[in-house]
């Protein structure tokens, strides 16, 4: 079964077969990337990869259990200038923390 690598980048997308698997660079906005921190932006890829639609209350609790009530809370913060409905699902994790 061959691979696939997928990365971020500022730059085009592009696909490129190497070493019997797939290297795919897809474009994202800095925005999404390289301004937020390692976690936040993984929190941001994944949502994006999962959809608005499949956001359920398992997911948000499997995001509670992974992103500590601080990791959270810097999501929020750093977060204000993703996709809004990203924004609004990693804005609900924050407060449910303030709300608890």
Known sequence: MPAQWQYFSDGPSRTYEWGGGTL????RANRETTV???KTALLV???KALGADRADQSVMATLRAKFDAKERM???R???YVA???YEIIKRLAEEERNA
């Open 24 to 27: 795919v660079f897809k474009r």
């Open 36 to 38: 937020l921190s390692p």
């Open 45 to 47: 890829q994944a949502l």
């Open 74 to 76: 810097r999501a929020a």
């Open 78 to 80: 750093e977060a204000k």
């Open 84 to 86: 809004s409905w990203v």
